[in-house]
């Protein structure tokens, strides 16, 4: 029997920055008439097969089996779709490697596609083989953002920078929920900033995710709130709002992109008279871009957003260099929060509500609190301390902070030691990787608490700390 198709690949881009997602477009041609099964993702049809040039390094070949293991899809969900091709026919499909596998090492690669298009092995028809080169980095700056949708936490969004031979460049990234390291996208932004150095963010985002194409990637440099929409083939042009603040300007995590794709963000710093204030930048959907700004009695060191679901509503929360929180907005401006200094800070929110978290230390021993800051009718109370550890001696500088999701503050410390990750009652120290650079973050997803640092010759690198989370009865 003749062979009834004929495949070609090539890849989009062939010299790549490690992390980034390596896709192939595959052209598709129907030499006489078959049914198909979608090439480019099913469980047993289609073979790619990824050849390091260096040969002390094995060749791997990823199958659908490789994308049901890393996405953790069901066994039972149908990821292909089977169609009847006319001869004459002809389309080109996009292969993503991130499908299959975690993102390529640092090399050369040699990719080549094979397609079983009947029962027996013989069967078969191979492309032809492309090159790409992923090359190394170093990493500038990342933030993380949970996007909701079954859930508060759905997708885990990221914006990270990076300094390569070309010089700096930003990508958007998506992972699952289960594994931040089970990465769906990552996208090549450019520089979107007028020049290197800034820190971006995500915008926060108070809506089901899937129902906007486009997030926002803010920052704040040279006296101007940078914004740029984003999504997994690239971004839109950026634009810049001048929020009226002097130099030591920085934003309050977390912008805010709202249900109608407007954004509001707020910014700490200094005003003309060079004391404290803030500034409300506001880009509509449509119309011109604005700032206010408002005066603040004392300089925060710290400062969170809690958006409310009405639009525009919010209640900011500001930590002084004393650790003292007190509230801006929301009828509330200048109320006093928790009662007692506290050293840091974290907020989780989605739809308009939050629980708010926060540590501080006495003595030998680390506390950390839980507690709703929209509470009304009576003052809201720091719940009952728990003691996260007792350290024998006190750690070095935070590392990173986040809120678990079934509400506990976890924390990670410098030590000399390596990393000291603390887990409600639960001390974990990890060695520091040898080539891993700038800061870790902690991310509590659904698999479990994972540590995530970045090597510059593999990418970002996702940890389990402890034990994992159970698996999912469905």
């Excluded at 170093?138 to 993380?144: F, K, V």
Aim: charged share 20%; proline share 8%; hydrophobic share 40%.
């Amino acid at each position: 029997m003749p062979v009834p198709i004929e495949l070609r690949l090539s890849a989009r881009k062939t010299r790549l920055v490690v992390g980034e997602g390596i896709v192939l477009d595959l052209n598709v041609r129907i030499l006489a008439g078959v049914d198909v099964v979608s090439p480019e993702l099913n469980r047993n049809r289609t073979s790619i097969r990824v050849e390091p040039a260096n040969r002390l390094v094995p060749f791997q070949v990823f199958t659908g089996i490789d994308y049901v293991r890393v996405h953790r899809i069901s066994p039972l969900a149908q990821i292909e779709d089977l169609a009847h091709a006319e001869a004459g026919a002809a389309w080109t499909v996009q292969v993503e490697l991130l499908n299959y596998s975690s993102p390529l090492p640092t090399g050369v690669y040699s990719i080549t596609i094979s397609y079983r298009y009947g029962d027996a092995a013989a069967d078969s028809v191979s492309t032809n083989t492309v090159q790409v080169e992923v090359t190394p980095a170093e990493l500038g700056a990342a933030a993380y953002r949970w996007f909701g949708g079954a859930s508060a936490r759905d997708v885990l969004g990221s914006v990270w920078t990076v300094r390569t031979a070309e010089g700096e460049q930003w990508f958007y990234q998506c992972a699952d929920a289960w594994d931040p390291g089970a990465v769906q996208f990552a996208t090549a932004i450019g520089l979107p900033a007028r020049r290197p150095g800034a820190r971006p963010v995500l915008a926060h985002l108070n809506d089901i995710h899937a129902m906007h194409f486009k997030k926002y990637v803010v920052w704040e440099q040279d006296g101007a709130v940078g914004y740029v929409g984003v999504h997994r083939e690239g971004r839109s042009e950026p634009g810049f709002v001048e929020h009226g603040l002097g130099p030591d300007a920085r934003l309050i995590d977390p912008p805010l992109q709202q249900n109608d794709d407007s954004l509001l963000m707020l910014v700490l710093g200094s005003g003309a008279n060079r004391q404290p204030a803030c500034s409300l930048v506001s880009v509509p959907t449509s119309g011109a871009s604005s700032a206010r700004t408002v005066p603040l009695k004392n300089p925060a060191v710290q400062g969170l957003a809690l958006w409310s679901a009405e639009p525009g509503s919010m209640l900011v929360l500001l930590r002084d260099s004393e650790g003292k929180v007190n509230l801006l907005g929301g009828g509330r401006t200048g109320e006093t929060l928790v009662p007692r200094p506290v050293d840091g800070l974290v907020l989780s929110q989605w739809m308009g509500s939050g629980t708010l978290g926060g540590f501080f230390r006495e003595g030998d021993f680390l506390h950390a609190f839980t507690l709703d800051p929209q509470g009304r009718g009576v003052k809201p109370r720091v719940a009952p301390d728990y003691e996260v550890a007792r350290l024998p001696a006190l750690p070095g500088r935070l590392a990173s902070s986040a809120m678990g999701p079934s509400g506990g503050v976890v924390l990670a410390f410098e030590t000399d030691r390596g990393w000291m990750v603390l887990d409600g009652g639960q001390v974990f120290v990890t060695p520091r990787p040898s080539r891993s650079t700038g800061t870790p973050r902690l991310i509590p997803a659904a698999g479990g608490l994972f540590l995530v640092h970045h090597d510059p010759n593999r990418g970002f690198l996702s940890e389990l700390v402890g034990r994992p989370a159970p698996e999912p009865l469905i």
